[in-house]
């Protein structure tokens, strides 16, 4: 049974950095594509970063390009988030995310993605 857990989240000032980390178990984690998504109260989840199953290949929403970054540590089983420059709009309940299939290209939609860690909070203060 795949499982994801998120930790990290928390409360932040504007400019300020947080890290979200997401534990995965219950199958082979490096050879799957990794995501972070993250939803504010009334809106649409929508997708924040991703990372391909073999490390090098990442995406970003233009919303985050060079504030973010995605990392993970296949010995760990573990993807990273990391946030910098936080802004008021980037509060939001952030969750990773992992594809059904491994060794696919690098999804970036929600429905591209079959299991769901439960989320961690993030809020940012001006």
């Known amino acids: 049974q795949v499982q994801l857990v998120e930790s990290g989240g928390g409360l932040a000032q504007a400019g300020g950095s947080l890290r979200l980390s997401c534990a995965a178990s219950g199958r082979t984690f490096r050879n799957y594509n990794m995501g972070w998504f993250r939803q504010a109260p009334g809106k649409e989840r929508e997708f924040v970063a991703a990372i391909s199953w073999s490390v090098g290949n990442t995406d970003y929403a233009d919303s985050v390009k060079g504030r973010f970054t995605i990392s993970r540590d296949n010995a760990k089983n573990t993807v990273y988030l990391q946030m910098n420059s936080l802004k008021p709009e980037d509060s939001a309940i952030y969750s990773c995310?992992?594809?059904?299939?491994?060794?696919?290209?690098?999804?970036?939609?929600?429905?591209?993605?079959?299991?769901w860690g439960r989320g961690t909070q993030v809020t940012v203060s001006s």
């Open positions: 995310a992992s594809p059904l299939y491994p060794f696919r290209g690098l999804p970036t939609r929600p429905d591209e993605y079959a299991y």
